[in-house]
C-alpha cells in the first residue's frame, strides 16, 4: 500500500496535484475531506471556489451536506457571499462593510452597479440614492431632486445618472436601514465607492475562512433601463474589468434579473460565471421591454422546460429565500422542506447551481414563529432558518451578517454528537 502511493506521487506529480489526487480516489486510499484539505493547502494562492456545473453531496440522512462534488470529486463547502459587504454592521456598499466581510471570512462579497452620467460605475444599492447618501443636505444639488420611471417603477429623488462621478465624491453613504441597524449608523460618513475601488480591496484581500481568495458576484442593476438612457451597462463593465484586469480571472462571477445584459457581457469577452436572479413575482425589465405584456414571468424560468433551456445560457439561478420556503397564513414558518429541496435538486438536474438571497438575523426578515424578543431590530433565531436553507441544498447564501451564515455552515458539516 505505502509502495503504490509512493509510485503514484512519483510518476503522476509532474503532471499535477489534482491528478495525484484523483488517482489516489480511485484507489481508495484518500478520504473526500482528506482531499478537499490537500488541494486547498498545495496552492500558495488559491482562486476563488468554483461552482459551476457542482452538485451537492447527499448526507447519510438524505438531506444536503455543506460540500460540493464535482464529477465524484469533494470540493468546498457552500459559499457564504457578504451581501453588500458585511450590511448587517456596516452601512451597505462601503469600503468598511467589504473589509469586515473579508475579517470575517467570507468567499465572496456582492456589490451593486450602477452608472454616472460620465460612464463611471459606481456601487449603491440603487440608482436613486436618497436612502443610501446625504444627498438630500446638499443644496448645490437641490434641483437635481427629480422623478423617474426606473422598470414600472415610478420613484422621486436624486439619481446617479444625473451626476458625475466628480460630484459623487462630495457625498456621503448613510445607513439605508437605520431604524433597523442603529449601530450602523455610527460608521456613517464614508465616501461612495467606484467598481474599481472594489477590485483593488479585492486584490489586496485576504484568504476567506476556507483558505481561498475572495470573490465577487457583481449584480448589474436596471441594464435594460440604463442602455435606454444611452449608458450600456455591458459596455462600461466590460471596460473596468478590462483596465483592472478582471475579464479572465477565476474570482469573477456576474449575475443581473435581466438575461440580455448577462448575454452581451459575455459577448464582449468577459469569462465568468454567469447568474440569472430570480423574483417570487413579475417578469423581467428586458423581457417587459421586448414584449410588453406578452413578456415571460420569472416563474416560467423555474419549470422542468424552463431550467434545462435556461442552463443554455448561465451556469446558475439566484432566487429570493421566499421561493424556497413554505409559510402559513400568519407568516410563521412551516415543516415543509421539500419545496425548497425539490427546486435546488431539479435546478441541479439541469445543471444549474442555485444561490438563495438573503439571510439576514433580525425579526424583521424572519418568519413569524422564529422572531425572538419584541424588536424588529432584535435577533431571532437565524441559525434555524439559516440551517434550513443550507440543507436544501443550495451552492451558496448572500448574507448580511456573513460571519452568521459561516457559524452555520461550520455547524452543518460538523459531526453529530457521538459520532
Known amino acids: 500500500m505505502l509502495l503504490f502511493c509512493v509510485l503514484v506521487f512519483c510518476v503522476l506529480l509532474p503532471c499535477g496535484v489534482d491528478t495525484v489526487v484523483l488517482a489516489l480516489l480511485a484507489a481508495g486510499m484518500a478520504e473526500p475531506q482528506v482531499v478537499q484539505n490537500f488541494q486547498l493547502e498545495s496552492s500558495a494562492a488559491p482562486q476563488f471556489l468554483h461552482f459551476a456545473m457542482a452538485t451537492r453531496v447527499a448526507s447519510p440522512q438524505g438531506g444536503a451536506s455543506a460540500s460540493r462534488s464535482v464529477k465524484g470529486v469533494t470540493q468546498i463547502p457552500l459559499l457564504v457571499i ?68 426606473v422598470d414600472g417603477q415610478t420613484l422621486t429623488g436624486w439619481f446617479t445618472e444625473d451626476f458625475t462621478w466628480a460630484e459623487l465624491t462630495t457625498l456621503q453613504a448613510t445607513e439605508r436601514l437605520a431604524k433597523l441597524r442603529p449601530a450602523n449608523t455610527e460608521f456613517a460618513g464614508e465616501g461612495i465607492l467606484r467598481l474599481v475601488d472594489l477590485l483593488a480591496l479585492l486584490d489586496a484581500a485576504p484568504l476567506s475562512a476556507l483558505g481561498a481568495r475572495i470573490g465577487m458576484v457583481a449584480e448589474i442593476k436596471h441594464a435594460s433601463y440604463f442602455a435606454s438612457i444611452g449608458l450600456p451597462l455591458d459596455e462600461l463593465f466590460a471596460a473596468e474589468l478590462l483596465a483592472s484586469g478582471w475579464t479572465d480571472d477565476d474570482r469573477l462571477t456576474v449575475e443581473c434579473f435581466e438575461l440580455t445584459v448577462l448575454g452581451q457581457i459575455r459577448d464582449r469577452g468577459v469569462r465568468a460565471r454567469y447568474v440569472f436572479l430570480v423574483e417570487p413575482v413579475g417578469c423581467p425589465a428586458d423581457e417587459v421591454a421586448a414584449r410588453g405584456d406578452e413578456a415571460r414571468t420569472y416563474a416560467s424560468y423555474l419549470t422542468a422546460d424552463g431550467m434545462p433551456a435556461l442552463a443554455a445560457s448561465v451556469h446558475g439561478i439566484s432566487v429570493d429565500k421566499h421561493i424556497l420556503q413554505a409559510a402559513d397564513a400568519s407568516g410563521s414558518a412551516v415543516s415543509a422542506p421539500s419545496v425548497g429541496t425539490e427546486l435546488v435538486a431539479r435546478a441541479h438536474a439541469a445543471g444549474l447551481t442555485v444561490f438563495c438571497w438573503t439571510l439576514r438575523a433580525e425579526n424583521a426578515f424572519l418568519a413569524k414563529n422564529l422572531r425572538c424578543g419584541t424588536f424588529a431590530r432584535q435577533f431571532g433565531d437565524w441559525r434555524s432558518e439559516f440551517l434550513e436553507l443550507m440543507r436544501m441544498g443550495v451552492d451558496g447564501v448572500f448574507a448580511d451578517q456573513p ?15 457521538g459520532q
Open 82 to 149: 457578504g451581501h453588500r459587504g458585511a450590511s448587517g454592521y456596516r452601512p451597505e456598499h462601503t469600503r468598511s462593510a467589504y473589509e469586515l466581510a473579508f475579517e470575517q471570512g467570507a468567499d465572496a462579497v456582492e456589490p451593486d452597479l450602477v452608472a454616472t452620467k460620465d460612464r463611471v460605475l459606481v456601487i449603491r444599492h440603487e440608482n436613486e440614492i436618497s436612502g443610501t447618501t446625504d444627498v438630500a443636505s446638499h443644496p448645490e444639488f437641490a434641483d437635481r431632486r427629480t422623478t423617474k420611471v
Open 403 to 417: 460571519d452568521l451564515a459561516i457559524e452555520a455552515r461550520t455547524a452543518l458539516t460538523r459531526p453529530p454528537v
